[in-house]
């Protein structure tokens, strides 16, 4: 039994722009591995290997962005620890001068000053925001850790207050000549004292927390990524500051101002140590991170190249194949032109 075939121009140009069509889809496919050298389908190409490259590329983005988190941590503790040497330094050099200014006439008018100067320092080196975070407010970040020491606020208020209620009248007054040392005493040590310890300090100067933000640095490690307003050292230096700003020293007799000046010396000696051990305890931090940064970049490195042996295609034959699917594109092309020009009006 016989059969015949029909060929007509219309099959021809139909198989011709599928076998067009098809290899324009393997074209760009073989375009995008000879260009990335990777899979265009990573999943088909690895079928049950898939889960195995998936598990690779999480644990590299969860290193990424340890790395990347990390670096945030890093400028954080820079700016802090910045600002904890130039406290501790600002301390060092004013004590120099405090003692000096002890026994020496006019010495409250001296030290006045740069007492002044200083306790503005430490509410801006307190004050100083990264990236739109107080660094020095615990975890409550989005508020200003302290409050300024001026008229009408809550810190100036509550001394005015106190030493009124203390010696019955202000520090600007005529009386504040008759203070006797042992009166300043008692008052530096009980109610001036109080105003720097909780809870008075967190009511009328610090809205930071004692506690501070954590990080994950690692896998495995999580630091204390911030130092909070609310040190002692900190506390020692506002209050060492204001007691030689607004205690109306330059009217205190020689005696009962060299209380005042005693009970400074203690108290920034005292800071100056503190600042050190919380620089030390910082400086510590930073080098974990630091740390932990390096060993996170190498382990990056390591799943990556796992990564690109498993997606990897090679890329000569892959330009290949782009070579070829443009030869067999550009033949189909002009045998569909030259099928279009045929018409059986050409042979009647």
């Known amino acids: 039994m016989m059969s015949a075939n029909y060929i007509s121009t219309l099959m021809l140009s139909s198989s011709l722009r599928s076998s067009i069509t098809n290899n324009q889809s393997a074209l760009t496919k073989a375009s995008k591995e000879a260009t990335t050298g990777r899979f265009a389908d990573v999943g088909l190409e690895l079928g049950t290997g898939t889960g195995r490259d998936m598990a690779l590329r999480a644990d590299f983005n969860f290193a990424d962005q340890l790395v990347d988190t990390n670096e945030l941590v890093a400028g954080r503790?820079?700016?802090?620890?910045?600002?904890?040497?130039?406290?501790?330094?600002?301390a060092s050099d004013f004590l120099k001068n405090l003692i000096a200014a002890r026994d020496a006439e006019s010495g409250a008018k001296i030290i006045l000053p740069s007492a002044s100067a200083n306790l503005?320092?430490?509410?801006?080196?307190?004050?100083?925001?990264?990236?739109?975070?107080?660094?020095?407010?615990?975890?409550?970040?989005?508020?200003?850790?302290?409050?300024?020491?001026?008229?009408?606020?809550?810190?100036?208020?509550?001394?005015?207050?106190?030493?009124?209620?203390?010696?019955?009248?202000?520090?600007?007054?005529?009386?504040?000549?008759?203070?006797?040392?042992?009166?300043?005493?008692?008052?530096?040590?009980?109610?001036?004292?109080a105003e720097f310890a909780s809870p008075a300090w967190n009511t009328n100067w610090s809205s930071a927390t004692d506690q501070t933000l954590s990080s994950r640095i690692s896998t495995t490690e999580v630091v204390d990524s911030s130092v909070s307003a609310n040190q002692p050292g900190f506390r020692k230096l506002a209050e060492a500051?204001?007691?030689?700003?607004?205690?109306?020293?330059?009217?205190?007799?020689?005696?009962?101002?060299?209380?005042?000046?005693?009970?400074?010396?203690?108290?920034?000696?005292?800071?100056?140590?503190?600042?050190?051990?919380?620089?030390?305890?910082?400086?510590?931090?930073?080098?974990?991170v630091s740390g932990a940064t390096e060993k996170l970049k190498i382990q990056k490195d390591i799943l990556n190249d796992q990564i690109v042996k498993l997606e990897a295609v090679d890329p000569t034959e892959a330009s290949v194949r782009v070579s070829t699917l443009q030869t067999q594109i550009k033949t189909a092309l002009a045998l569909t032109s030259q099928l279009q020009q045929i018409s059986l009006i050409n042979y009647l």
Request: proline share 2%; net charge negative; charged share 10%.
């Open 77 to 90: 503790l820079d700016v802090t620890q910045n600002r904890i040497t130039q406290l501790g330094k600002t």
């Open 120 to 193: 503005q320092d430490v509410i801006g080196a307190l004050n100083v925001s990264y990236n739109g975070s107080y660094l020095f407010g615990g975890i409550n970040t989005q508020t200003v850790p302290i409050t300024n020491y001026a008229a009408g606020s809550a810190s100036k208020n509550q001394v005015d207050a106190d030493f009124l209620a203390s010696f019955g009248f202000s520090q600007s007054a005529p009386g504040v000549s008759t203070i006797t040392p042992a009166q300043m005493q008692n008052f530096l040590d009980t109610t001036f004292d």
């Open 241 to 288: 500051y204001t007691m030689l700003t607004d205690l109306g020293n330059t009217s205190l007799s020689k005696d009962t101002f060299q209380v005042v000046v005693d009970k400074a010396i203690g108290l920034v000696s005292g800071a100056i140590n503190d600042l050190a051990v919380l620089g030390g305890t910082v400086g510590s931090i930073q080098q974990r």
